[in-house]
């Protein structure tokens, strides 16, 4: 009877959502659908925060109807806005400072291409890089042809930091151990749990990795800015720099306010004074279309895990299930109409088999003759390059993270913690290394011998994929993995990646690859189609509507699920990075 009265519950819920999307539908085509655009026009584009890598299904953060768009259709949109003899500018807000820098130079692609077509691009910021850590927003600015800033708002680039908390002399005093281990000296991702403070290996990566982002942001903001490298090093060297000092640097064009901008803008348009948004566009059934030979679109955001998840209906984490990237791969490969695939990955990793499932599907992929270009993002690290590394080609921006190649596996054991309180667990078992990753009693020797012997296998097995797919010999590998990161452009000179760009550049290989000619437009199809949102929305209601029930002794699912952010699970098989800063999230 309970089962009946939830499901019968569940469905009720999910033919109320039926309804508000049918109203919805209704308005959208009715007397209230978009209006037609005017024959010359300036786009307006908030960048205050920048698009997602993928946009949320759930409905507190307004993903099931779209609420947002993601850096693919926002660089699509900007690139179809070039070719629209209507479009005649791009006025700009700008404001993100923890914006990953990937999708910064996917933006920045995207602007040069729509300068290039003779249009004017006008940026207005009330400050930059007020936070001083990061360098988002003004790289951003840069590439826009005339940058505004206000007069109360300064310049207060200063460079790139990062700040690692370390937790272990914290977890000491609680009485609570981090067991486990990791392969191998540069796997910094447990480091935050069993160390107080960064190792050598993991400093000098991680030094390097963020002198190599900073370079590439000197050495393209300098040519936006038409000044010298040495010059812009200085002027950051010595920030904050009240507006006006600003300008007469360099480092931006006016002092004014929003109302300044805008008006330099309708100036420019010819005294038109409508700007119309991105989403106003994306709605214009008028803009260029991109129909062609169909290029298959296949992502993999978030970590990498298998099985789906028990995540809430009302909002989601950013996840990349296994399972439906290498389902959507399947669907790619055999859909006749398909000409190549591209595979868009965003994570900072995950578990090994998830991993490996999609490395195989990829590889599956090109054995049934389509082939799989691989565009990274932000970050595409550990899980995230394992699930990459069968690619046909693989491309990056040179300030994606990638790399990391290695394995660990830690999970909390908190037997002094329980013993201090008074709390006594016993155990009984069958079979000697049962429970060995216990959160009550640290492993035997046996049992560490045992995990010692899964992180080899496992370091062994990812290693020897990689080896193989880039044609590495024993001496290039062991340089290029022992878990170091790496930027993409120290990747490309790891023989990691093949070729440094953006989305763009993945889909223009892509026709090639496919023999489509160059000068062709292509569909750019999804896969899954973005329709199946509603549909994961009806899945997440019923999986909440179900009973589960578990007979052991083990920490609450909030404590557990809380760890997992940080990369602490209890199994061996973590092939994915800690917590990174927002910079490059």
């Known amino acids: 009877m309970r089962r009946f009265i939830v499901g019968f519950l569940a469905t009720i819920g999910t033919l109320v959502l039926l309804g508000v999307v049918a109203g919805v539908a209704f308005f959208a085509s009715g007397p209230f659908s978009p209006k037609p655009l005017p024959q010359q026009m300036v786009l307006s584009l908030d960048l205050r925060s920048l698009p997602p890598e993928t946009t949320s299904t759930g409905l507190l953060s307004g993903g099931l109807f779209g609420g947002s768009r993601d850096i693919v259709e926002t660089v699509q949109l900007l690139w179809q806005a070039a070719d629209d003899p209507r479009v005649v500018g791009l006025y700009v807000e700008i404001g993100d400072e923890d914006g990953g820098m990937a999708r910064v130079q996917e933006l920045r692609q995207a602007i040069a291409h729509f300068r290039g077509k003779g249009k004017f691009t006008v940026g207005f910021a009330e400050s930059l890089g007020s936070g001083g850590s990061h360098v988002a927003d003004y790289y951003l600015a840069a590439a826009l042809e005339q940058i505004w800033l206000q007069p109360s708002g300064g310049f207060g680039v200063t460079g790139i930091a990062v700040e690692t908390p370390f937790l272990k002399g914290g977890l000491d005093k609680l009485g609570v151990k981090v067991e486990g281990g990791k392969r191998y000296e540069y796997k910094s991702a447990p480091d935050s749990f069993t160390e107080t403070g960064y190792s050598r290996p993991a400093r000098e990566n991680l030094q390097r990795l963020i002198d190599s982002l900073f370079d590439q942001f000197v050495a393209d903001v300098a040519r936006d800015r038409k000044m010298e490298a040495a010059q812009l090093r200085r002027l950051i060297d010595t920030a904050p720099h009240e507006s006006e000092q600003a300008r007469r640097e360099g480092l931006v064009d006016k002092i004014g306010y929003r109302a300044d901008a805008l008006e330099d803008v309708y100036q420019r348009a010819n005294g038109k004074r409508d700007l119309v948004t991105l989403d106003e566009y994306a709605g214009d059934g008028a803009r260029p279309k991109t129909n062609g030979e169909v290029i298959a679109l296949v992502r993999a955001s978030g970590a990498i895990a298998s099985g789906g998840g028990s995540g809430s209906p009302l909002d989601d984490e950013a996840m990349a299930n296994a399972e439906d990237v290498v389902e959507a791969l399947e669907n790619a490969s055999q859909a006749k109409e398909v000409r190549a695939i591209v595979l868009r990955i965003d994570s900072p990793g995950g578990t090994y088999p998830a991993a490996d499932a999609i490395a195989d599907a990829v590889g599956r992929a090109r054995a049934a003759g389509k082939p799989v270009i691989v565009s990274m993002g932000d970050i595409a690290a550990s899980g995230g390059y394992l699930a990459a590394v069968r690619g046909d080609v693989i491309v990056a921006q040179p300030t994606t993270i990638t790399a990391s190649i290695g394995v660990f596996s830690i999970w909390p054991m908190a037997q002094e913690l329980l013993t201090s309180l008074g709390v006594n667990v016993e155990r009984l078992s069958v079979g000697r290394n049962a429970g060995m990753h216990s959160t009550f009693q ?113 920490m609450p699912r909030e404590i557990r699920e809380a760890l997992a952010k940080f990369g602490v699970a209890t199994r061996p098989g973590n092939v994915r990075l800690p917590p990174l800063p927002p910079l490059w999230r």
Do not use: M, W
């Open 442 to 554: 640290p492993p035997t020797p046996a049992q560490r011998a045992a995990i010692n012997r899964e992180l080899d296998v496992i370091y062994a097995a990812f290693t020897a994929q990689v080896a193989e797919s880039r044609n590495l010999d024993a001496n290039r590998i062991d340089a290029a993995a022992r878990g170091r990161v790496f930027s993409g452009i120290d990747a490309k000179r790891a023989g990691l990646v093949d070729e440094l760009g953006g989305l763009q550049l993945a889909l223009n290989i892509a026709k090639a690859k496919a023999g489509i000619d160059e000068g062709r437009k292509v569909e750019i199809r999804r896969y899954p189609d973005e329709t199946d949102r509603f549909q994961r929305l009806i899945d997440r209601v019923f999986k909440l509507a179900g009973v589960t029930a578990s007979p052991n002794l083990a």
